[in-house]
């Protein structure tokens, strides 16, 4: 089989490495802010860089989506059991619908604030509002639990996706991170 059928895209793995750095900066950056005592301008431009992050992530995860729907990933292995294909189809899907949802709420949240502080997309323009919901707290809260809970989720799938990368390496002897790298694997 050639490489271009037993691995992803370069975009999509550009892509996948790009994203999945910048998802955990944002992780651990919001513990950081939600969690730690850190100076008020410390916190805030915190604050600014993690919106404007989020805002990247969300373009990125457009561009994801489109390089997925234009260019058909590799098959999985033919000898996986039907259990291993039916939790990496719901896993890419559960990491794919998280993708979308983190930045969005994140966006309901700034948007509905009763603060209304503008997102400054590292410093280069203004990132819109979402219209409609600004100083609505009951949405601005709905939108941080949500938030909060897409963030636990997110992590807890990361976790599972990279451990099944794991345990099919070890147990499985079938190296699945080489389909998401630069480079054929042996």
């Avoid at 730690?36 to 992050?53: N, R, V």
């Avoid at 100083?135 to 909060?148: D, M, P, Q, Y």
Wanted: overall charge positive; aromatic content about 12%.
């Amino acid at each position: 089989m050639s490489v271009a059928h037993t691995r992803y895209h370069s975009a999509a793995i550009a892509l996948h490495w790009v994203m999945a750095v910048a998802i955990l900066v944002m992780l651990a950056s919001g513990v950081t802010m939600s969690y730690f005592e850190i100076p008020q301008a410390l916190k805030f431009s915190m604050y600014q860089w993690h919106k404007s992050l989020g805002v990247l992530i969300l373009i990125a995860f457009f561009l994801r989506l489109g390089i997925r729907l234009w260019q058909k990933p590799p098959a999985l292995p033919a000898h996986f059991k039907q259990l291993d294909i039916i939790g990496a189809k719901l896993g890419h899907f559960g990491l794919y619908a998280l993708m979308f949802l983190m930045p969005l709420s994140g966006w309901l949240m700034v948007s509905s604030s009763v603060y209304g502080l503008p997102t400054i997309v590292f410093g280069l323009f203004e990132w819109p509002h979402i219209p409609g919901v600004a100083g609505n707290e009951s949405i601005s809260n709905l939108a941080k639990t949500a938030h909060w809970l897409l963030a636990i989720s997110i992590g807890l799938l990361i976790t599972a996706h990279s451990g099944a990368v794991i345990k099919h390496f070890y147990c499985d002897k079938e190296n699945l991170l080489m389909r998401m790298w630069w480079v054929k694997g042996k």
